[in-house]
DNA sequence: ATGTCGCGTGTGACGCGA
């Protein structure tokens, strides 16, 4: 079983590229963030036309998530239960037995701001999430793009992104507090190249300095560890026309 | 390099978020 998560940066825009790396990676679940599509504006129908089933849930402008699968999605949820909010950031199903969380981490803006407050509250209210997803799902797959480098191994230039978002104490301890609850970083069961990133900005040739961050992730449950046989970024697309600034990464279970 | 994208507003540059 593979199971991908990638950020699209609007599906709009990102469709044709989606459809052609399904087709080039045929992978039993993928999660999107960052379709920036409103729900009547949806591709599903060029998505199931792909031999997709599909759930979304998103909004004008920001946000949006997707979790596409080739079996049907059970128990799909959509946003944190308890936690009122207005952004669409996060959908769940349980696809082949196993409990699938797509989301959208907030980005959190820089640390002394009204969006990094809103962060924590989210992060608090994703790891009660999680705590009684477990519960339920002893196979249980968190994904997305986190906006969270995990430590200084997952940043291009850590000194000078010493305490900026993304690398802040607050945003790593709540990236332990996840392993604490028995999740564990697909990516980091194998050996990797140094300086693999997921994602880079669009600006300062960012890409072709390969200058990025690692902070699109795949956490899996500890019933699943002993079944991750590989995990990998794709840096393929990100060498596009016209690609998002989020590499898809992707994770096979046995 | 405050260096690029994508969206919405509303017709063409600009503000916002990332």
């Given at each position: 079983?593979?199971?991908?998560?990638?950020?699209?940066?609007?599906?709009?825009?990102?469709l044709p590229?989606?459809?052609?790396?399904?087709?080039?990676?045929p992978?039993?679940?993928?999660?999107?963030?960052?379709?920036?599509?409103?729900?009547?504006?949806?591709?599903?129908?060029?998505?199931?036309?792909?031999?997709?089933?599909?759930?979304?849930?998103?909004?004008?402008?920001?946000?949006?998530?997707?979790?596409?699968?080739?079996?049907?999605?059970?128990?799909?949820?959509?946003?944190?239960?308890?936690?009122?909010?207005?952004?669409?950031?996060v959908?769940?199903?349980?696809?082949?037995?196993?409990?699938?969380?797509?989301?959208?981490?907030?980005?959190?803006?820089?640390?002394?701001?009204?969006?990094?407050?809103?962060?924590?509250a989210?992060?608090?209210?994703?790891?009660?999430?999680?705590?009684?997803?477990?519960?339920?799902?002893?196979?249980?797959?968190?994904?997305?793009?986190?906006?969270?480098?995990?430590?200084?191994a997952?940043?291009?230039?850590?000194?000078?992104?010493?305490?900026?978002?993304?690398?802040?104490?607050?945003?790593?301890?709540?990236?332990?507090?996840?392993q604490?609850?028995?999740?564990?970083?697909?990516?980091?069961l194998?050996?990797?190249?140094?300086?693999?990133?997921?994602?880079?900005?669009?600006?300062?040739?960012?890409?072709?300095?390969?200058?990025?961050?690692?902070?699109?992730?795949?956490?899996?449950?500890?019933?699943?560890?002993?079944?991750?046989?590989a995990?990998?970024?794709?840096?393929?697309?990100?060498?596009?026309?016209?690609?998002?600034?989020?590499?898809?990464?992707?994770?096979?279970?046995a």
């Amino acid at each position: 079983m593979k199971l991908a998560t990638w950020n699209v940066n609007s599906l709009n825009v990102r469709l044709p590229q989606m459809l052609d790396w399904l087709t080039a990676n045929p992978v039993d679940v993928l999660v999107l963030q960052e379709t920036k599509l409103t729900d009547d504006k949806f591709p599903a129908a060029e998505i199931e036309a792909a031999g997709y089933q599909v759930h979304w849930f998103g909004q004008k402008t920001y946000n949006g998530v997707a979790l596409l699968s080739r079996s049907a999605a059970s128990d799909v949820i959509k946003n944190l239960p308890g936690f009122d909010d207005p952004q669409a950031r996060v959908i769940a199903g349980t696809v082949d037995g196993v409990r699938c969380i797509g989301a959208y981490f907030p980005n959190g803006q820089a640390p002394d701001s009204d969006k990094f407050v809103y962060k924590m509250a989210w992060l608090e209210a994703l790891q009660r999430f999680v705590a009684a997803e477990l519960q339920t799902h002893e196979k249980l797959v968190l994904m997305g793009d986190f906006n969270i480098a995990p430590t200084d191994a997952d940043v291009y230039d850590p000194i000078a992104w010493a305490g900026q978002i993304h690398c802040t104490p607050q945003e790593r301890a709540h990236f332990q507090a996840l392993q604490a609850q028995g999740l564990c970083d697909a990516f980091r069961l194998f050996e990797q190249a140094p300086k693999s990133w997921s994602w880079w900005d669009y600006r300062n040739l960012a890409f072709r300095k390969n200058q990025g961050l690692r902070i699109d992730h795949i956490l899996v449950s500890q019933a699943l560890k002993n079944e991750v046989r590989a995990c990998v970024i794709d840096k393929l697309p990100r060498k596009n026309e016209r690609p998002s600034d989020h590499a898809p990464v992707i994770i096979e279970l046995a």
